[in-house]
């Protein structure tokens, strides 16, 4: 008696269950297809060719190049300098701003985000050919300075490192700012005021309680810009003037001027396995500091 | 219990000389003085938007006063910042470091002062044990209920032995029982601590279990001052009247030497010197259902039964007064469940006769 009651619809219950496993499985269908024909088979033919050499054989000449050849291994250096310099400036420059609009009241924080998200929201492309405009040889910026008298000689703004790590700051700094921001208004006013009373200078405070709480938006900002500069093209490639040659860029020369794929492949595999590495680290990292935050 | 000793502290008054706290064309404080003697328990009482959490800013340095003064012993601190004020402070969403364990949260005010490693595990496990936590230190703060988190606030709040503690309603995000329970809790931590606490709270309840004097605060001014029982039975006017404790107030004229509601005439304890208006307070646990004989030294209202409501501890009769200028004057009485039979109990609908003690009846402007 009690194991037939026991089984009452029990039939009816498992096949509903299992019609809404398939329909969340034909929801998920239509992104499934998206990452695999998108994503997974063109990586997959990434990896792929950067083993083909040069006479169509499988080979490893594509790394070795990267390895040997001493032009590489400067765009490796270029790229990783200009990542960490973009991104240390974008942390000098983003962390006391969004600690001033943390501080704003909603009102005026919304402004403020306002005028950080209008050029985050225009072309990349219009802001770098601004920034030629403003910082080139007679651009305005070289004008001022030089009828203000504070210089003779125009600078050289551009076409050279100063000039990419301006632009590459310029649009950077919103992907640190948005986490960042977001993390310090998360953050409790009265853990402030608590530290406060209870004897905390407002210095010892920052450094004991809302620098370590802010940590979380601090590492995802810096992660998201030293990973978008890894691959950035568009911006050196402008303001470098041919200067500054990053990875990206390589990739581009060896695919537009030497119709070599396997090079090109082998470059962006490196990038890629780079990329990956950082992320797996710092996914540790932040999910680490995140629990702490709860 | 050892450790309840050894935390036993000195304590200081807190003179409070009128402060006043402007925002724009709203007084937040208006000239508020108020003396809060050496180891006393002091309740700041006032609905949300009195203006008792501002002044509590303003004793712990938050909030800079338009003018006044405030004196910890002899000591002006009106200019010193929070950290130089050498108060405990609990919060009312506890302010706890989530980046840190129980013990580092304890710690971290002694930490500040430079003790050192031995006596901070010393005092840490000292205040811990006072709030009966111990044991806990390693603990993460997310890993802790809320009462449990409330008495680490309390412990980092105590552990410095501050000779001023001030809380910002800290009991409030618990729950009824648990709330009820640390009132006491708080109250015996109190006694044996001896440190001079100013405590912010909107619960009337609470604040008349805890306190040994309650300070009512409404629109930015103090109101009342006084022990609990005082402010429960002799309320300064009708806000406070209806503010703490449950009570009907009934419109009362007054031309001596008659005091009259409506058309009947009442005795009443104390009548006031000038004739006027009045408002006649009535708490429903001193209303009774009179018995046939009428004596002297009782007043009694007519009325219909309204509403019989059973709540546990109590029935609730809701009673529409009859001879009242107002006819939707109702008056509210509670008779404890020992008593109630069904025998005893009128039926909704029915004329009853309501008793309060002449000594009981008491006007406030």
């Known amino acids: 008696m009690n194991s037939i009651s026991n089984n009452i619809n029990q039939e009816e219950l498992k096949r509903l269950a299992a019609r809404e496993g398939l329909t969340f499985f034909g929801l998920t269908l239509p992104y499934l297809i998206m990452v695999i024909a998108l994503i997974a088979i063109p990586v997959g033919w990434l990896f792929y060719l950067s083993f083909i050499g040069r006479d169509g054989t499988l080979s490893l000449e594509n790394y070795e190049r990267m390895w040997k050849s001493k032009a590489y291994i400067k765009i490796f250096i270029t790229t990783f300098k200009i990542s960490i310099l973009t991104t240390i400036i974008c942390a000098a420059i983003g962390y006391p701003l969004s600690y001033f609009m943390s501080q704003l009241s909603r009102k005026w924080a919304n402004i403020c985000m306002i005028a950080v998200l209008i050029p985050f929201w225009t072309s990349l492309l219009v802001r770098t050919y601004a920034w030629l405009v403003l910082l080139q040889k007679k651009g305005l910026i070289n004008n001022i300075l030089i009828e203000s008298g504070l210089i003779t000689e125009p600078l050289k703004f551009v076409h050279n490192t100063t000039g990419t790590l301006i632009g590459m700051v310029h649009i950077m700094l919103p992907f640190l700012i948005l986490p960042l921001y977001a993390n310090m208004r998360s953050i409790d006013k009265d853990c402030l005021k608590a530290a406060s009373s209870l004897g905390a200078t407002p210095t010892r405070a920052f450094w004991t309680v809302f620098l370590p709480l802010t940590l979380p938006g601090l590492l995802a900002g810096l992660l998201i810009v030293f990973v978008l500069c890894l691959g950035f093209y568009v911006t050196p490639a402008i303001l470098g003037g041919g200067k500054v040659i990053m990875a990206a860029m390589k990739i581009s020369t060896n695919i537009e001027m030497y119709f070599n794929w396997g090079a090109a492949s082998a470059l962006g595999v490196v990038l890629l396995v780079v990329t990956g590495i950082i992320l797996f680290v710092a996914s540790k990292l932040i999910s680490l500091d995140q629990l702490g935050n709860r | ?365």
């Open chain 2, 1 to 365: 219990m050892k450790s309840l000793k050894n935390m036993k502290n000195t304590s200081l008054n807190i003179s409070i000389d009128n402060v006043t706290k402007k925002y724009d064309d709203f007084y937040a404080l208006k000239d508020i003085s108020l003396d809060i003697t050496s180891g006393e328990f002091m309740t700041l009482l006032g609905p949300s938007g009195s203006g008792k959490t501002t002044l509590l800013m303003v004793l712990a340095g938050f909030t800079n006063p338009d003018h006044g003064s405030v004196k910890f012993g002899d000591e002006e601190v009106i200019l010193k910042p929070p950290h130089l004020r050498g108060i405990g402070m609990v919060f009312q969403n506890y302010a706890l470091f989530p980046h840190m364990t129980v013990e580092q949260n304890v710690g971290y005010p002694q930490k500040l002062r430079g003790v050192s490693k031995s006596e901070t595990t010393k005092t840490v496990d000292e205040a811990l044990g006072t709030v009966k936590l111990e044991g806990l230190g390693h603990r993460r703060v997310d890993e802790l209920s809320g009462g449990q988190r409330q008495r680490v606030a309390l412990a980092r709040a105590i552990v410095f032995k501050p000779k001023i503690l001030l809380m910002d309603e800290p009991l409030s995000a618990l729950d009824k029982k648990l709330r009820e329970e640390m009132q006491i809790e708080l109250r015996q931590l109190h006694d044996t601590l001896n440190m001079t606490t100013v405590y912010v709270t909107h619960d009337q309840k609470e604040a008349l279990t805890m306190s040994d004097r309650i300070a009512v605060i409404n629109g930015g001014e103090l109101m009342q001052l006084g022990k609990p029982n005082e402010i429960y039975d002799h309320p300064q006017n009708g806000f406070i009247a209806d503010f703490i404790g449950e009570s009907s107030l009934l419109p009362v004229k007054v031309s001596k030497p008659n005091v009259s509601i409506g058309s009947s005439k009442i005795k009443v304890a104390k009548p006031p010197e000038k004739n006027g208006d009045y408002l006649l307070v009535v708490r429903p646990e001193k209303v009774f259902l009179a018995s046939d004989k009428k004596k002297n030294d009782e007043n009694y209202f007519q009325g219909k039964l309204l509403d019989s409501i059973f709540q546990g501890e109590s029935q609730l009769l809701v009673i529409k007064l009859a001879n009242t200028e107002n006819d939707e004057q109702t008056l509210r009485i509670r008779i404890p469940n020992q008593s109630v039979t069904d025998k005893t109990l009128p039926a909704i609908g029915e004329t009853v006769t309501l008793a309060l003690k002449v000594a009981d009846s008491y006007l406030v402007s």
